[in-house]
């Protein structure tokens, strides 16, 4: 039948994208990359086919769905706009606008109460029948492009980066929650291909985090529409609030922008730098109203300008106590003053520009680390005024860590990046992990930790107080753990333990049913089933089973996990065959844990939102540590079914 | 789910001044009236009852002023030289006023000869004054001494000789009925009791008193002398408050208006400045065509006098209420629907539902959130919107050029509308806020309506205004470039004289002040 309708286009344009059946009527609904649904009719008599078109998207429709008695069609695309067509005629349609991101897959439950709709921007909406934003399931959003880095605030330790377009997200990592979404552009969002939207590119926080500086901009190249804004954190309201706005604050792009956080001095001595590809850097500081009945009291003004050559600044940074600020100009670092913004003396190390540059910290404070784009890292003494030592080295990311005097460098080497971790004081480094993950790291943070971790291993000291995470360029956020696998997967144990206390959910009917299965088969192909086995691998597969379907790591990686947790020390079968059937096994495990997820999120939505909440709350703060460390978000495994 | 954001309307900061509520208040004077005295108007004092008629000395006259009238109602001209200081008395029936020659006259209000005549001052007399009891007079003259006269008997009752310079200045005690004070130019003030035979205080002020003022509590005491205005406490044993130096010339009169909330000053700098009495800081000022001597202010504000050296009268009168609010006023709901079920609270059982907030949207934002572009752009090209908020208009062509439809809204136009978008591009194109959006606008249009130029001469005028427009932009930005590349040079030669660092930054500094001039 599929065939028979892809020979009768017409070629072109109007590309099939998605195709649905009627449930009762002998109907074919198939959306198509111009925006028109096609309903086919007839199709058991083979010529006499016909065919309706209905036209309201303007790009590609990207799936369909019937609702259960066929009177009413869900459409959903790139417009991000949930259209319900009334008994297949095009006049008679309801919208659902404005839904956030494109709509990747559209689900009706099997009872036709609801709807949910996939995004691509990670996230499920849950839709009432009667087309009524129910509620939306949301961790990680995934923009387009992260191009504001990861920046840590303060205040809630929660991770701070592009979410929706034009806002930015507030990510805790702790609970895998989104907090809250800034509206930071404040302006409608067109879904449409092709337009020169403007988006948020830097974010910085004041050391306190009461201060919150965005940059936006237009993607156009030649005129960006630049804007500068500060907000003030609000106790009464907690949240950001709009302090001062300032238009086109350089005249072309800015490359970076950074505070003066001196903790002691408190918000009064803050300070504001960012640098632009006008050739300038700008220090902004704080004007105080004198005026009693003035709508605020302060805002945000231009103190200074400085500039170096004409050369294009690239980066900026502030010594620990605030008194050096380094700004690099293409390939030269120079270091000001920041009381009386005098040019104090420059680094050099051609050829190559700056790529990125920090100061040490702590008991390394004198020392300038910079990495050039020709592969080099720098580390400069800045009581002499001379290189103390540099490195072949390609490195990508530069990242301090705030609590330790230690410097995290991930380079970037044909197809495979490697972290290095070292003090600007000594010349070789403390760690080293090669072949860290295939994909290229863009972005780290070091997120502090709550209480300095217990570690007995001296290889993974420098993680004792903050925790180190990347973003690759696949959007993959990963975590450095200290433990081992076997450590990691041990207190899954009693985790088991306080699962059997659950009530009886669908969800933990339909697992049983899974294990029930699994068993039978491993009996019907006549393998050595022994129990001890059994209770081996159910930490690991429980494991894998009870985390969210969205915070899994990648199927690659679970891999490795999943085999340990089978593997028989005692027997002394061949390793390939054991390799070849465990991987088999958990092919298959993960395509039922991926059925299972949707299922469960289709069906008993609610109850499974539910399991998850008794679930964290019951564990052990350890336990839920240990259950992060594994965590990794992989969007092109979810969007994959 | 979001719900539909507006779009966006960029203000712009009013550079300038302020406005306050101060502003609002002292700018509501209308256009002022001129009158030409006979010489420099050295005192003008206001009747403390109604009508509120004003005495005004100037040269070897008195004239007295109605309200609104221009022309003197009364004129006291029995002076054979300068007359000084003409003062009502506290119930406005008696007018006394010093004179060149040392005498002082007391009138009736309604007649014309002096009733009574004081003698005894051997130099001119520059300040009379009445204590407040009525009865009795107080005088102050170039001789150094100052003098308490009684008015039945004509007689002095009391001389006191301390100044060591000409006595110019003073004014009585509204609540103790003994006490006055002088200011003279041995840069003193000094406090008489009636009832002692020599002063009770004297405070320091640092320069040659020109005028002295009393708060109606009697609390605190102002003295205005060279560039200063001070304000004592007297209470305290003549401490000084605070200092104020905001003119840049000598000040020669003071006053405080009706509530006693502002003190106005003025000066030889052409300004009157008000002062907040509770900040002491500069709320507003009035600038004046020439040096100001002296200055009053009726009761309840109504009117504000200032007398000039040149013999101008400038008369300032208070605007009237404006009193459109009754006229336009709708008939309001009645305020119990408003407050209707609002106190209400819910018990226990009860399921509560909210009601959404209806959010009211403009008419080119709901066209917008429809996708409707031409009609939008028609929206905010209507007169109202595009001559009184030119940024709505502005801001909407952004958005549509965001939204990458500003071309085919701005095409298929007749030749009225297009006169109107041309008009309204060509008159706001050169504001530095708005030519960012309206250079596109402007290149749109020119691309879209090429072909047809020529067929229609409203068009052609407005394209030639364009460019007129456009042309007078970018030679004046030429002019401006030139003026900073001298700048520039200028301070290149600062910067080798002195101290290389700190001349850096400035030049740095004014460069960029310079540049923000140029983009606003």
Not at chain 2, 46 to 51: L, R, T
Not at chain 2, 259 to 265: E, F, I, K, M
Not at chain 2, 365 to 375: A, W
């Amino acid at each position: 039948r599929f065939s028979l309708s892809t020979a009768k286009t017409k070629g072109g344009d109007n590309r099939f994208s998605c195709v649905v059946c009627h449930p009762t009527e002998d109907c074919i609904a198939t959306g198509h990359a111009d925006g028109k649904i096609r309903l086919w009719r007839n199709f058991h008599h083979k010529k006499t086919y016909t065919y309706s078109a209905l036209h309201w998207h303007h790009d590609t429709v990207m799936d369909l769905a019937y609702s259960l008695e066929g009177t009413r069609l869900l459409s959903g695309g790139v417009e991000s706009v949930l259209v319900q067509w009334h008994n297949e005629s095009s006049c008679q349609k309801d919208f659902l606008p404005r839904l956030g991101s494109p709509i990747e897959c559209i689900s009706m439950s099997s009872d036709g109460v609801l709807c949910c709709t996939l995004h691509t921007d990670n996230r499920i909406s849950i839709i009432n029948s009667n087309l009524r934003f129910s509620r939306s399931i949301q961790g990680l959003i995934k923009s387009r492009d992260v191009k504001t880095g990861l920046v840590v605030d303060p205040r809630t330790k929660a991770l701070v980066l592009n979410g929706e377009p034009g806002h930015l997200q507030f990510y805790s990592l702790q609970s895998d929650q989104q907090l809250f979404s800034l509206d930071i552009v404040q302006r409608q969002y067109i879904h449409q291909a092709g337009l020169k939207q403007s988006d948020l590119v830097k974010v910085a926080f004041s050391a306190r985090g009461t201060w919150l500086a965005t940059v936006e901009e237009s993607e156009e190249v030649a005129d960006p529409e630049l804007q500068l804004k500060l907000w003030f954190y609000s106790e009464e309201t907690q949240s950001f609030a709009l302090n001062t706005r300032i238009n086109t604050p350089h005249d072309n792009h800015i490359t970076d922008m950074c505070f003066r956080d001196m903790d002691e001095l408190g918000d009064d001595s803050l300070i504001l730098v960012t640098t632009g590809r006008d050739c300038v850097f700008k220090v902004w500081v704080m004007v105080e109203y004198s005026d009693p009945e003035a709508h605020q009291s302060v805002s945000w003004s231009c103190d200074f300008v400085g500039s170096y050559h004409n050369y294009q600044a690239t980066n900026c940074c502030f010594s620990e106590d605030g008194s050096l600020l380094a700004v690099s100009f293409e390939e030269t670092v120079t270091v000001w003053d920041s009381l009386t913004w005098d040019l104090k003396c420059t680094f050099c190390h051609p050829p190559g520009n700056i790529r990125n540059i920090c100061f040490g910290r702590l008991t390394c404070s004198k020392y300038l680390i910079g990495a050039t784009d020709y592969g080099f890292l720098c580390c400069w003494n800045l009581l002499t005024c001379a290189l103390e030592w540099s490195a072949h080295l390609n490195v990508v990311v530069l990242q301090p860590d705030p609590l330790s005097e230690h410097i995290a460098a991930v380079s970037w080497l044909s197809k495979e990046s490697s972290l290095f971790v070292f003090k600007p004081s000594e010349p070789w480094p403390v760690y080293i992990q090669r072949n860290l993950c295939k994909e290229k790291i863009l972005l780290a943070a070091f997120v502090p930790r709550d209480e300095p971790e217990m570690i007995s291993s001296e290889k993974y000291l420098w993680l004792r107080k903050s925790q180190l995470f990347f973003l690759t360029d696949t959007q993959e956020l990963m975590t450095l753990s200290t433990k081992s696998l076997e450590e990691r997967l041990t207190p899954s144990s009693k985790q088991l333990a306080v699962e059997e206390s659950l009530p009886v959910t669908p969800f933990s009917v339909l697992l049983g049913k899974h294990r029930r299965q699994q068993a039978q088969e491993d009996t019907d192909l006549g393998k050595p089933v022994v129990h001890n086995k059994q209770e081996q691998a159910s930490p690991a597969v429980k494991e894998l089973l009870h985390t969210p379907a969205h915070v899994l790591p990648s199927a690659s990686f679970l891999c490795t996990i999943f085999i340990n947790s089978l593997l028989i020390s005692k027997e002394n079968k061949s390793a390939e065959e054991v390799a070849d059937e465990v991987e088999m096994e958990s092919e298959k495990a993960e395509d039922e844990s991926d059925e299972e997820d949707v299922t469960a999120m289709e069906q008993e939505d609610t109850s499974h939102m539910e399991l998850l909440g008794e679930m964290t709350c019951k564990l052990s703060k350890s336990q839920e540590k240990e259950l992060r460390k594994i965590r990794k978000m992989d969007y092109s495994w979810i969007s994959a079914f | 789910m979001a719900a539909y954001k507006p779009v966006v309307v960029q203000a712009c900061p009013k550079l300038g001044e302020r406005i306050t509520q101060d502003t609002l208040y002292w700018r509501g004077y209308k256009t002022p009236v001129q009158i030409k005295e006979f010489g420099a108007v050295s005192k003008i004092d206001f009747s403390p009852v109604p009508p509120y008629n004003y005495a005004v000395t100037a040269s070897s006259r008195i004239h007295i002023y109605g309200r609104y009238s221009q022309e003197p109602i009364k004129t006291f001209s029995r002076f054979r030289d300068a007359a000084y200081c003409a003062t009502y008395r506290d119930d406005g029936r008696l007018l006394a006023a010093g004179s060149e020659d040392g005498s002082i006259c007391l009138f009736d209000v309604s007649g014309k000869a002096p009733l009574r005549q004081f003698e005894g001052h051997t130099k001119p007399v520059h300040l009379v004054g009445f204590l407040s009891d009525k009865y009795r007079i107080f005088s102050g003259g170039d001789d150094y001494s100052s003098k308490l006269w009684d008015i039945p008997s004509a007689t002095e009752i009391i001389s006191y000789s301390e100044h060591t310079d000409y006595v110019r200045c003073g004014c009585a005690s509204k609540v103790n009925a003994d006490v006055f004070i002088t200011g003279s130019y041995d840069h003193t003030v000094k406090l008489f009791d009636a009832r002692t035979k020599s002063s009770v205080m004297t405070i320091e002020h640092g320069h040659p008193v020109e005028s002295v003022l009393l708060f109606p509590s009697g609390g605190l005491l102002v003295s205005a002398g060279g560039r200063y205005v001070k304000v004592w406490d007297v209470l305290k044993g003549g401490q000084l408050l605070v200092s104020l130096k905001n003119h840049h010339k000598t000040v020669t009169c003071l006053c405080l208006n009706s509530s006693g909330q502002r003190l106005l000053s003025g000066s030889l700098d052409r300004h009157v400045k008000i002062y907040s009495t509770t900040s002491y800081k500069v709320v507003h000022s009035f600038n004046y065509a020439t040096s100001i001597l002296s200055l009053a202010l009726s009761p309840e504000d109504e009117t504000i006098v200032v007398g000039m050296t040149n013999g101008v009268l400038n008369v300032k009168h208070r605007k009237p209420e404006e009193k459109n609010e009754n006229s336009q006023k709708k008939r309001q709901p009645a305020y119990r629907t408003y407050v209707k079920g609002r106190s209400y609270m819910p018990k226990q059982e009860d399921f509560c539902v909210s009601k959404p907030v209806k959010r009211v949207l403009r008419k080119y934002d709901k066209l917008l959130r429809s996708f409707q572009s031409s009609k939008a752009l028609d929206a905010v090209l209507e007169p109202p919107i595009m001559l009184h908020t030119p940024e709505v208009t502005v801001a909407v062509m952004q958005e549509l050029h965001r939204r990458g439809t500003l071309r085919s809204a701005l095409a298929g136009r007749d030749e009225k509308q297009v006169n109107l978008l041309l008009t309204f591009v060509a008159r706001r194109v050169i504001e530095p806020r708005f030519t960012p959006v309206l250079v596109i606008v402007a290149d749109m249009i020119t691309d879209i309506y090429q072909p047809v130029v020529g067929q229609s001469a409203i068009v052609d005028k407005q394209f030639l205004k364009l460019q007129q427009a456009i042309g007078k932009e970018i030679d004046y930005q030429e002019e401006l470039l030139e003026v900073l590349g001298m700048m520039d040079t200028l301070f290149a030669t600062f910067t080798k004289k002195r101290d290389t660092c700190l001349e850096e930054n400035k030049s740095n500094g004014v460069t960029e002040i310079i540049e923000t001039n140029r983009n606003y």
